[in-house]
């Protein structure tokens, strides 16, 4: 007798669909989709930036009932000019971090670079501009040789980045000489970073239009081309509603820059930066090695990436914006000193990045992060400086803050690892 297989025998593999993906279903099932949705990633310990902005959010308010005036248009402005310069060192702080290393001589080229600077330009009359990309060239070169001896000799970046912090430092109080002041022109195209404003209200509401604009485009954009692709895309009532979410603050602040002075120049720039580097780490092939890399050496080695390489560019980059990031700061105070580049700066550019969100286990960040941590940082120096409470509290703040930033993190660490996703 026999027996008809095709009957009893199971089907393939094949006839089984495998279980799909919770992160790439499209949300159907209304406000209990995305409560689910957010449920789900909370276990999995993917917090994302919520964390940070949960926290600004109690900061701002916690000052605000304080102080009425944190708040105010002067305040804000004021606050996020003050936040350019160690937010822009703190992009460049990312991409290090996401390496999983450290670059602690971010602070003493930030101040080099100021020096070299004030130096080119008032002590021997080179242009403004000239000044200024030689300053900010100054900064690649420094990153390119703590690269170097990381990458190419495998001395630990902690050892590197220790020794440029001593040794710029002291080439900054060479380049200075004995008087160890230089004054900035105040009328000049540095003073200008941090002083200039857009007076005109067309230009903050044209700012906020733009990020929303284009916010909208490129969700949408990216929506139809995955639908395109027969996978599953973010619907358009929802891409509406995350640009309405967007645009609320947007328009905010723009209404806050246009009751005080205008739309600052600095704000102009540093959301470029931090707009033009998040595509750059999210959209490029660079980007991803930077991130395999964070992943895992020897995994980015085996698919063909050249190690060294990406870390010696990702620290000419971090040295290339704590260049630019001094540029910020002198304009400032408008002069070049013995101070630039020291005190609290480097910690808080770190703390900034880790704050916003960049893991210090690496392969995880933003520079968005850096944007976030920075506005945390300067809320806290505003707030306490408005109520008129001693700088060694700030710094017990912003430690205690730091501190919770990492605690999160490494749970959020441990979670994700539980769940599979490390």
């Known amino acids: 007798m026999t027996t008809d297989l095709s009957k009893t025998a199971p089907e393939g593999p094949a006839a089984v669909p495998p279980p799909a993906d919770p992160r790439l279903l499209v949300r159907q099932e209304g406000f209990a989709g995305y409560w689910n949705e957010f449920l789900r990633k909370l276990r999995s310990g993917e917090l994302g930036s919520l964390p940070v902005v949960v926290g600004l959010i109690a900061i701002c308010l916690v000052f605000q009932l304080q102080d009425s005036a944190f708040l105010g248009a002067e305040n804000l402005s004021n606050l996020f000019v003050t936040a350019t310069g160690t937010g822009l060192i703190a992009v460049g702080i990312v991409f290090v971090l996401i390496l999983g290393e450290i670059d602690l001589s971010v602070g003493s080229v930030s101040g080099l670079?100021?020096?070299?600077?004030?130096?080119?330009?008032?002590?021997?009359?080179?242009?403004?501009?000239?000044?200024?990309?030689?300053?900010v060239l100054s900064g690649t070169v420094a990153g390119i040789l703590h690269g170097f001896f990381?990458?190419?000799?495998?001395?630990?970046?902690?050892?590197?980045?220790?020794?440029?912090?001593?040794?710029?430092?002291?080439?900054m109080l060479q380049v200075l000489g004995s008087n160890g002041t230089i004054n900035l022109d105040?009328?000049?195209?540095?003073?200008?970073?941090?002083?200039?404003?857009?007076?005109?209200?067309?230009?903050?509401?044209?700012?906020?239009?733009?990020?929303?604009?284009?916010?909208?485009?490129?969700?949408w954009r990216d929506g139809r081309r995955r639908a395109a692709a027969g996978v599953p895309a973010r619907p358009l009532a929802e891409t509406v509603l995350r640009t309405g979410a967007l645009a609320l603050p947007a328009y905010a602040v723009a209404w806050?820059?246009?009751?005080?002075?205008?739309?600052?120049?600095?704000?102009?720039?540093?959301?470029?930066?931090?707009?033009?580097?998040?595509?750059?780490?999210?959209?490029?092939?660079?980007?991803?090695?930077?991130?395999?890399?964070?992943?895992?050496?020897?995994?980015?080695?085996?698919?063909?990436?050249?190690?060294?390489?990406?870390?010696?560019?990702?620290?000419?980059?971090?040295?290339?914006?704590?260049?630019?990031?001094?540029?910020?700061?002198?304009?400032?105070?408008?002069?070049?000193?013995?101070?630039?580049?020291?005190?609290?700066?480097?910690?808080?550019?770190?703390?900034?990045?880790?704050?916003?969100?960049?893991?210090?286990?690496?392969?995880?960040?933003?520079?968005?992060?850096?944007?976030?941590?920075?506005?945390?940082?300067?809320?806290?120096?505003?707030?306490?400086?408005?109520?008129?409470?001693?700088?060694?509290?700030?710094?017990?703040?912003?430690?205690?803050?730091?501190?919770?930033?990492?605690?999160?993190?490494?749970?959020?660490?441990?979670?994700?690892?539980?769940?599979?996703?490390?």
């Open 113 to 135: 670079a100021a020096a070299v600077f004030a130096v080119l330009n008032v002590g021997h009359g080179m242009p403004e501009w000239l000044a200024l990309v030689l300053a």
């Open 150 to 171: 990381f990458a190419r000799i495998g001395v630990p970046a902690f050892v590197v980045t220790l020794a440029g912090l001593l040794g710029w430092n002291g080439l």
């Open 186 to 219: 105040d009328s000049g195209l540095v003073a200008a970073l941090t002083n200039h404003y857009f007076e005109d209200i067309a230009w903050a509401n044209g700012l906020a239009t733009a990020v929303v604009a284009a916010y909208f485009l490129v969700s």
């Open 256 to 422: 806050l820059f246009n009751q005080y002075k205008g739309l600052p120049l600095a704000v102009v720039v540093f959301l470029g930066v931090v707009v033009a580097l998040d595509l750059v780490l999210r959209r490029t092939r660079y980007g991803r090695k930077v991130f395999a890399l964070g992943g895992g050496v020897e995994a980015a080695r085996r698919a063909g990436i050249d190690v060294a390489a990406v870390r010696i560019s990702v620290f000419a980059l971090s040295g290339t914006m704590a260049a630019l990031g001094g540029m910020f700061l002198a304009s400032q105070i408008n002069a070049a000193n013995q101070s630039s580049g020291a005190g609290s700066l480097l910690m808080n550019a770190i703390a900034a990045a880790v704050i916003g969100g960049t893991s210090l286990f690496g392969g995880r960040g933003k520079t968005w992060s850096a944007l976030l941590g920075v506005l945390v940082i300067q809320s806290i120096a505003s707030g306490m400086a408005l109520l008129g409470i001693a700088s060694a509290v700030q710094y017990m703040i912003t430690g205690a803050v730091l501190l919770a930033a990492v605690v999160i993190d490494s749970l959020s660490r441990r979670t994700r690892r539980t769940a599979g996703r490390v």
